[in-house]
């Protein structure tokens, strides 16, 4: 257990060292405009993610003095989204109601980042978020996916040990939200 419990905490440590801070930075800067210009934040993340961005919400709306907003905050209305129309559709629809506007930020959480097999309401959302001029900001792993191509900012969490991409993924939204929440209260 211990030969676990250090191989884990070395690959933390590698991570964090190799984390681009130009990208966070360029995030930092891209909220600090969204909150000049009275924008908001919406959250998108399924799975874990999903509960990181309903985290992430409270401390940009606490800490950071942002409205923000995670799509999948109201279980029921995405549950009945899901059942009534399509998983696919379910984020999309569901930010629709907010009537996005250019100065509002879509900010993506996601292990993978969507692709044309997986998370295919992120995919849909980023997809709609740029029709309507919102700028896109996303903490991912792997190659990024969908996301890292058509984020105006991303973070892109560098993979370490292929067993565990999930955990690191996961864990390094929360530092790196964390990063750039108070940044952008600097």
Known sequence: MKDYVTSYMEETSEIARSLDAGSIEKIIKLLRETKAN??????????????NASHAV???RKIGKIESHSLTEN??????RINDDSWESSLVETLKVFQPK??????VLSVGGGSSKTSQ???????YAQTRGLKICSIVSRDGGHAKN?????VLVPV????????HAEGFQAV???????GVCK
């Open 150 to 154: 058509i984020s105006d900012a991303c």
């Open 121 to 127: 309401n992120l995919v849909k959302v980023m997809d």
């Open 160 to 167: 370490v040990d292929d067993s565990r991409i999930t955990p």
């Open 102 to 107: 250019p100065h509002d930020v879509l900010f």
């Open 58 to 60: 409270n401390d940009f």
């Open 75 to 80: 279980v029921a209305e995405l549950t009945a």
């Open 176 to 182: 790196i939200w964390h990063c750039i929440v108070n």
């Open 38 to 51: 009275n924008g908001r934040i919406f959250f998108a993340g399924v799975g874990g993610s999903a509960a």
